[in-house]
T-cell receptor, first 113, second 110 residues
Framework: SQTIHQWPATLVQPVGSPLSLECTVE??????LYWYRQAAGRGLQLLFYSVGIGQISSEVPQNLSASRPQDRQFILSSKKLLLSDSGFYLC????????????FGDGTRLSIL | GQQVMQIPQYQHVQEGEDFTTYCNSS?????IQWYKQRPGGHPVFLIQLVKSGEVKKQKRLTFQFGEAKKNSSLHITATQTTDVGTYFC??????????FGTGTRLTVIP
């Protein structure tokens, strides 16, 4: 069966520090991969999605970036975190093709001090 | 741009009462999906509707897709405390992105 791993579960970082969140999927090949951010008590904001290795689409301008160095690995990064980057970051995967259900990781709670 | 709105934003019900959340899209959807996010957890896929006017049931949950494929509803009969959480609809327009609704947070009072 397919599983998705996301770490760390919680992270406290100072303003201006770098960020690297990693997400890996097991049990499936060539998945579509997604990064979302959820502010407290709010909906899901799509940050990036990827349909293949090295293929990244950005949905919102920001100081975050994403990379997909391997088929089942998706990384969210920042060179300098802002206070506004605080939130709940969720990685998700779906089977290849459009309209497929998305399956989420447990998320990372990021607090910027 | 594409927008998917949900109402109400919050709903408090007594255990045993019914609950309904409504989802409205600004454009026609290829399909609509529903997700549940428990407090502190991550969204979990519940169901997908594809056909115009489609109705699907999962135990006490009834999902409906509008005839024009621009709106949907989720109805829970006789709520239980295990139903607590935020319910999101999410619509596909045929592109690569799933547009999530704003969510309805359900509180069930025992």
């Amino acid at each position: 069966s397919q599983t998705i791993h996301q770490w760390p579960a919680t992270l406290v970082q100072p303003v201006g520090s770098p960020l690297s969140l990693e997400c890996t999927v097991e049990g499936t090949s060539n998945p579509n991969l997604y990064w979302y951010r959820q502010a407290a008590g709010r909906g899901l904001q799509l940050l990036f999605y990827s349909v293949g290795i090295g293929q990244i689409s950005s949905e919102v301008p920001q100081n975050l970036s994403a990379s997909r160095p391997q088929d089942r690995q998706f990384i969210l990064s920042s060179k300098k975190l802002l206070l506004s980057d605080s939130g709940f970051y969720l990685c998700a995967w779906s089977s290849i093709g459009t309209g497929q259900p998305q399956h989420f990781g447990d998320g990372t709670r990021l607090s910027i001090l | 741009g594409q927008q998917v709105m949900q109402i109400p934003q919050y709903q408090h019900v007594q255990e045993g009462e019914d609950f309904t959340t409504y989802c409205n899209s600004s454009t026609t959807l290829s399909n609509i999906q529903w997700y549940k996010q428990r407090p502190g957890g991550h969204p979990v896929f519940l169901i997908q509707l594809v056909k115009s006017g489609e109705v699907k049931k999962q135990k006490r949950l009834t999902f409906q897709f509008g005839e024009a494929k621009k709106n949907s509803s989720l109805h829970i009969t006789a709520t239980q405390t295990t139903d607590v959480g935020t319910y999101f609809c999410a619509g596909w327009t045929g592109a690569n992105n799933l547009f999530f609704g704003t969510g309805t947070r359900l509180t069930v009072i025992p």
